[in-house]
């Protein structure tokens, strides 16, 4: 038997915060199976408990070493067969990732490193990307299917942001970036909302806070599903949800057979 169900992942830029904006409560009015949140900036006993009223069967959170960064949660109405949060990708303990596997079918819920500060975060942001590709490799060979969602912190193609020549040089769409992406997707990974949309131009999922960015749209698309592509035939949507607001981020969506 098979289920059609609705993902959806959003860099929240704190969940205390979104919590005191009731920025999730618009969840309570949707049929959504699993919430992958990331960037909760948020220690287990600091979760808030009135993000909404949708119950949810499993929560798992992955709080990063350092108080008040990084971090992610899965909020799921199916219980997993297993769950990990990747030590060996995630060797610094930010909290990046949580892997569930809801039998052959695995998802990740990941905030990939920001490559802004110095060369040495571009260095471990690429090390990140390889150490993660990597591991999903591994599970294919064991013929799982892959799910991947979250904020990849970087921006594919040109029409990916409003302004590509203006920010070629800047981590988040330099080249590397860009190629690792390319070779990503080379393994056999679609990138869902263009498999659905095509060229569709003016899609965005994060707009900076300065100079009014979001009312005049000048965003970057760096939140993403991935699927593996034994899963294309399952995939029946992909969404970016660009009205909701609480984050810098807004939130990104599939609704896949599973």
């Given at each position: 038997m098979s289920n059609s169900i609705e993902i959806i992942s959003w860099n929240v830029n704190g969940i205390r915060a979104v919590?005191?904006?009731?920025?999730?409560?618009?969840?309570?009015?949707?049929?959504?199976?699993?919430?992958?949140?990331?960037e909760i900036k948020a220690q287990k006993e600091q979760m808030p408990d009135n993000l909404f009223e949708k119950e949810f069967d499993e929560v798992i959170i992955n709080s990063a070493e350092k108080k008040g960064y990084s971090g992610t949660a899965t909020f799921s109405t199916i219980k997993s067969d297993f769950h990990s949060t990747c030590p060996e990708i995630d060797f610094t303990h930010e909290g990046r990732i949580v892997e569930t596997h809801y039998g052959d079918i695995i998802l990740f819920n990941v905030y990939f490193p920001n490559g802004q500060r110095d060369e040495e975060r571009l260095a471990h942001k690429m090390k990140f990307y390889d150490d993660f590709l990597t591991h999903c490799e591994h599970l294919r060979e064991e013929g799982k299917s892959i799910i991947i969602c979250g904020d990849v912190n970087t921006a594919h193609k040109e029409i990916d942001l409003k302004n590509p020549k203006a920010n070629e040089k800047k981590s988040g769409f330099l080249p590397i970036e860009r190629e690792w992406l390319d070779k990503f997707l080379d393994h056999g990974y679609i990138d869902t909302f263009r498999y659905v949309h095509g060229d569709e131009i003016d899609k965005y999922s994060w707009w900076s806070y300065r100079s009014n960015a979001r009312l005049k749209n000048i965003g970057w698309r760096i939140d993403y599903f991935f699927i593996s592509e034994d899963l294309a035939e399952n995939l029946e949507d992909a969404f970016i949800l660009d009205y909701i607001t609480g984050s810098d981020h807004c939130p990104v969506g599939i609704r896949i057979t599973i």
């Amino acid at each position: 038997m098979s289920n059609s169900i609705e993902i959806i992942s959003w860099n929240v830029n704190g969940i205390r915060a979104v919590a005191n904006k009731e920025a999730l409560q618009w969840i309570d009015e949707r049929d959504t199976d699993i919430l992958c949140l990331q960037e909760i900036k948020a220690q287990k006993e600091q979760m808030p408990d009135n993000l909404f009223e949708k119950e949810f069967d499993e929560v798992i959170i992955n709080s990063a070493e350092k108080k008040g960064y990084s971090g992610t949660a899965t909020f799921s109405t199916i219980k997993s067969d297993f769950h990990s949060t990747c030590p060996e990708i995630d060797f610094t303990h930010e909290g990046r990732i949580v892997e569930t596997h809801y039998g052959d079918i695995i998802l990740f819920n990941v905030y990939f490193p920001n490559g802004q500060r110095d060369e040495e975060r571009l260095a471990h942001k690429m090390k990140f990307y390889d150490d993660f590709l990597t591991h999903c490799e591994h599970l294919r060979e064991e013929g799982k299917s892959i799910i991947i969602c979250g904020d990849v912190n970087t921006a594919h193609k040109e029409i990916d942001l409003k302004n590509p020549k203006a920010n070629e040089k800047k981590s988040g769409f330099l080249p590397i970036e860009r190629e690792w992406l390319d070779k990503f997707l080379d393994h056999g990974y679609i990138d869902t909302f263009r498999y659905v949309h095509g060229d569709e131009i003016d899609k965005y999922s994060w707009w900076s806070y300065r100079s009014n960015a979001r009312l005049k749209n000048i965003g970057w698309r760096i939140d993403y599903f991935f699927i593996s592509e034994d899963l294309a035939e399952n995939l029946e949507d992909a969404f970016i949800l660009d009205y909701i607001t609480g984050s810098d981020h807004c939130p990104v969506g599939i609704r896949i057979t599973i």
